[in-house]
Nanobody, 124 residues
Framework: QVQLVESGGGLVQPGGSLRLSCAVS????????MGWFRQAPGKAREFVAL???????EFADSVKGRFITSRDNARGTVTLQMTRLKPDDTGVYFC??????????????????WGQGTQVTVSS
């Protein structure tokens, strides 16, 4: 059974940084693409970043230049380094394993396994 567990969320002031981790168990990461999504209260879940099995990454325009994602296939982990955080970055952050669609699809329906999420709150 595949399990994804996010960690690293918390409360941070605007302009601060956080590093989220996603630990995957039950399968190898070496040949799967991964995604990060977030959901703010009252809003739909939105794409944040993807990282292919080769390490290529893409980001939502709202976080481009501030967020970086990386992966360690041997350890089964994916990370999301977030810098210069803004209040609009507040939400529950999820990692997910891509299961379909085009190689760079950003649609959540193309991601089949999800973690439970970790809360990120950016506030002074």
């Amino acid at each position: 059974q595949v399990q994804l567990v996010e960690s690293g969320g918390g409360l941070v002031q605007p302009g601060g940084s956080l590093r989220l981790s996603c630990a995957v168990s039950g399968r190898t990461l070496s040949n799967v693409d991964m995604g990060w999504f977030r959901q703010a209260p009252g809003k739909a879940r939105e794409f944040v970043a993807l990282i292919t099995w080769t390490g290529y990454s893409e980001f939502a325009d709202s976080v481009k230049g501030r967020f970086i994602t990386s992966r360690d296939n041997a350890r089964g982990t994916v990370t999301l380094q977030m810098t210069r955080l803004k209040p609009d970055d507040t939400g529950v952050y999820f990692c997910a394993i891509k299961s379909g669609g085009t190689w760079n699809s950003r649609d959540s329906v193309d991601f089949g396994s999800w973690g439970q999420g970790t809360q990120v709150t950016v506030s002074s």
